[in-house]
């Protein structure tokens, strides 16, 4: 089967570092997508991986090891509105996505 | 009309009754999507349409129907609604198909079925 994992939910602290991790087993990879949910609305792309190694776009910054099947999305200088959902995806074999379930992000001052 | 738009914003459906939800994109892209997201599970693809005439069966297909009869317009249909499709509902859209490309999602449908 095709499956990723992402922790339900985790805390952090206004100005802090966090990284959120996914892992995946999927029938082929195709690459990554990490998307940014505020609840109550759609989500939104925050970065691409198909390369191994880390990619880095302002506080965000996205990382993939495919051997592993592993990656992990590193946000810094956390502000208040970096409270949302964060979505791990895998473009599988058949070059669908197969999404994770979210990591809820919950700042605190 | 930017981006992506999608109607009706919620609705509360009886059990059995046809339903269509509307998903219009003024991007010009060429691949639009359905999904649905329930609590505690990731976004799942329902159907998908890599170009207007051609549509495809996702991961959940069954009890909902698609059309792509041109490039902005990709109504799905539920014939006959069941309270497991109580859901939230998003249409995407991306330049290409392939799942390649990033998506951009419309706000969502809200759907109650009674």
């Known amino acids: 089967g095709q499956n990723i994992d992402q922790p339900t939910e985790m805390t952090a602290t206004e100005g802090a570092i966090v990284q959120i991790n996914c892992t995946y087993q999927?029938?082929?990879?195709?690459?990554l997508f990490w998307y940014q949910q505020h609840a109550g609305e759609a989500p939104t792309f925050l970065s691409y991986?198909?390369l191994d190694g880390l990619e880095e776009k302002g506080r965000f910054s996205s990382f993939l090891s495919r051997s592993k099947g592993y990656s992990y999305l590193l946000l810094k200088e956390l502000q208040m509105k970096d409270s949302a959902s964060y979505l791990c995806?895998?473009?599988?074999?058949?070059?669908?996505?197969?999404w994770g379930a979210g990591t809820k992000l919950i700042i605190k001052p | 009309i930017a981006g992506i738009t999608q109607a009706p914003t919620s609705q509360i459906l009886a059990a059995g009754r046809r339903m269509t939800l509307r998903c219009t994109q003024d991007?010009?892209?060429?691949?639009m999507y359905w999904y649905r997201q329930d609590l505690g599970l990731g976004l799942r693809l329902i159907h998908y349409?890599?170009?207007?005439?051609?549509?495809g069966k996702g991961e959940v297909p069954d009890g909902y129907s698609v059309s792509r009869a041109n490039t902005d317009d990709f109504p799905l249909t539920l014939a006959s609604a069941v309270p497991s499709q109580t859901s939230v509902y998003f249409c995407?859209?991306?330049?290409?198909?392939?799942?390649?490309?990033?998506?951009?999602f419309g706000p969502g449908t809200r759907l109650t079925v009674l």
């Open positions: 995407a859209s991306s330049d290409e198909g392939g799942g390649v490309d990033e998506q951009f």
């Open positions: 991007m010009r892209h060429n691949a």
């Open positions: 349409s890599n170009t207007a005439g051609t549509t």
């Open positions: 999927t029938s082929g990879f195709n690459g």
């Open positions: 991986n198909v």
């Open positions: 995806a895998v473009i599988a074999s058949n070059y669908q996505l197969i």
